[in-house]
């Protein structure tokens, strides 16, 4: 064992001494960071506990022939315990009283982390995007470990996070794959969610979301399902290019939120046009640079990524 490691260790000092550019360097996160980001990901744990455990009990109570009302996961341990079977109480109560304590829980962690934004600058500016909270901003500052210069181009975001597909490509065939699910797990399922939320009932008319149900239009029952993969990869580019923005740019919104815009710092307001929208035209300008392509908070509205 000792000599392999001695090999590998030699085989790595000669590949240093002959061309250093072909090592790639070790991002190491800083204790604070890791701290901040353990919060976000026991959040995430308790989130899907809880799910488990409503899931569980629903099944449990239909094996009887009984049905729990719809509701959703903030009332459900009060309807469940008015619905529940009789003859099921001693069994699935204790349960339901533990979907209450992580809901109680999971609230504390929002609020949480809604003070951790505030200790990170650069969520702010992530925040302006419409569908875009403060969980799925303060994971994206926290993974990528708090560096604007850790990548090169915006776009490669997208592929650092797994959102891009894969490529098994030999000389006769050119298959089509799913993206590769790098990186991160947890931050690439908040930005599909955030995605999800752009393109859902609720999202606000801007450049990205046309863009987006215009993918889904095209194509068979698979086409909505690419077309939230695609949104979501655009949607990290164009959070790190917020995060890169002049700071006299943040004073504005991109998608919809908060459309504040100083003219003097924006070159396409000099000569508007008809029908023009800025918080439009900054998105379709943003977005139009990555070719490739927040759920809840603790109430109610699209605060929180989750």
Not at 114 to 131: C, F, M, S
Request: net charge positive; charged share 20%.
């Amino acid at each position: 064992m000792r000599s392999m490691i001695a090999r590998m260790r030699a085989s790595l000092a000669r590949l240093a001494h002959v061309g250093p550019a072909l090592l790639s360097p070790i991002h190491s996160r800083s204790a604070q960071t890791q701290i901040d980001l353990a919060v976000i990901r026991a959040r995430e744990v308790a989130v899907q506990t809880r799910t488990k455990i409503v899931n569980a009990v629903r099944g449990m109570v239909k094996s009887t022939g009984h049905r729990l009302p719809a509701s959703p996961t903030l009332t459900f341990a009060r309807k469940a315990t008015e619905a529940c079977p009789e003859v099921l109480q001693p069994a699935l109560l204790p349960l339901i009283r533990l979907v209450q304590t992580l809901t109680d829980d999971i609230a504390a962690y929002d609020r949480l982390v809604v003070e951790k934004a505030r200790a990170y600058p650069e969520t702010q500016a992530i925040q302006t995007i419409h569908g875009v909270g403060a969980l799925t901003a303060v994971a994206f500052v926290l993974v990528l470990n708090n560096d604007r210069s850790r990548f090169k181009r915006s776009r490669d975001v997208g592929c650092y996070l797994g959102l891009r597909p894969k490529q098994r490509d030999s000389g006769q065939r050119s298959p089509e794959l799913g993206i590769t699910k790098a990186g991160d797990p947890l931050l690439r399922r908040l930005a599909t969610q955030s995605a999800q939320y752009i393109l859902g009932p609720f999202g606000r008319d801007s450049a990205l979301r046309r863009w987006g149900l215009s993918l889904a239009s095209r194509g068979a029952k698979n086409a909505k399902k690419r077309a939230v993969v695609a949104v979501a990869r655009k949607l990290v580019v164009l959070m790190h290019r917020r995060v890169h923005a002049h700071p006299a740019a943040l004073h504005g919104s991109v998608c919809g939120r908060h459309a504040r815009w100083q003219p003097s710092t924006l070159p396409w307001a000099q000569s508007p046009g008809p029908g023009f929208d800025p918080s439009l035209s900054a998105c379709a300008v943003l977005t139009s640079r990555s070719r490739g392509g927040a759920h809840y908070a603790a109430t109610r509205m699209p605060r929180m990524g989750s």
